[in-house]
């Protein structure tokens, strides 16, 4: 009876320490995905803002033409 507890126990345990890994290993590649898309969506959000404002000074400066 003292051997089926401790299996048991031991059981529980394994499985606390494997979600535990897991979770963390979830966790740290959803966090560089979610950084990764970041970083992506500024560089072409800046990329546009860039481009829009050397068309406003392009179109407002007359000896540009």
Same mark, same amino acid.
């Given at each position: 009876? =003292?051997?089926?507890?401790?299996?048991?126990? %031991?059981?529980? $345990? *394994? #499985?606390? %320490? $494997? +979600?535990?890994?897991? +979770?963390?290993? $979830?966790?740290?590649?959803?966090? =560089?995905? $979610?950084? +990764? *898309?970041?970083?992506?969506?500024?560089?072409? /959000?800046?990329? %546009?803002?860039? #481009?829009?404002?050397? *068309?406003?000074?392009?179109? /407002?400066?007359? &000896?540009? &033409?």
């Amino acid at each position: 009876s =003292m051997h089926t507890l401790f299996l048991f126990l %031991y059981g529980k $345990i *394994k #499985q606390a %320490y $494997i +979600n535990l890994y897991f +979770n963390a290993f $979830i966790l740290t590649f959803l966090t =560089m995905y $979610i950084f +990764n *898309k970041i970083i992506i969506f500024a560089e072409t /959000g800046s990329h %546009y803002v860039a #481009q829009a404002g050397l *068309k406003l000074l392009a179109s /407002g400066d007359p &000896s540009a &033409s």
